[in-house]
Nanobody
């Protein structure tokens, strides 16, 4: 099992930027895919971005392409989500997640371990 702890959320002005961090601990995570999902109140948990542990490939939801960047730091065991041009409709709790042998990174059920999330609020 992998333990994940998110940080970096808060109140962000519309059009502003924020960086979320995810600290990883626990079992060795070779071959893992790391991802960010988000969930607004009363809505489903939606895919945002994913990255393979070797950093070789990334996948983004269409709605965030060009504005969000997922990255990782192997030495520090950290995953980041850099967000820019944030919109009020992107107010949500953002979750870090990890999964082994993930073949469809956009699917929530492809992942094994989840953090508790960090709230990002973008007032209108």
């Amino acid at each position: 099992q992998v333990q994940l702890v998110e940080s970096g959320g808060g109140l962000v002005q519309a059009g502003g930027s924020a960086r979320l961090s995810c600290a990883i601990s626990g079992r060795p995570f070779n071959m893992y895919t790391m991802a960010w999902f988000r969930q607004a109140p009363g809505k489903d948990r939606d895919f945002v971005a994913a990255i393979k542990w070797d950093g070789g490939s990334t996948v983004y939801a269409d709605s965030v392409k060009g504005r969000f960047t997922i990255s990782l730091d192997n030495s520090r065991k950290m995953v980041y989500l850099q967000m820019s041009a944030l919109k009020p409709e992107e107010t949500a709790k953002y979750y870090c997640t990890a999964g082994r042998a993930v073949t469809r990174p956009q699917l929530r059920y492809a992942y094994d371990d989840w953090g508790r999330g960090t709230q990002v609020t973008v007032p209108s």
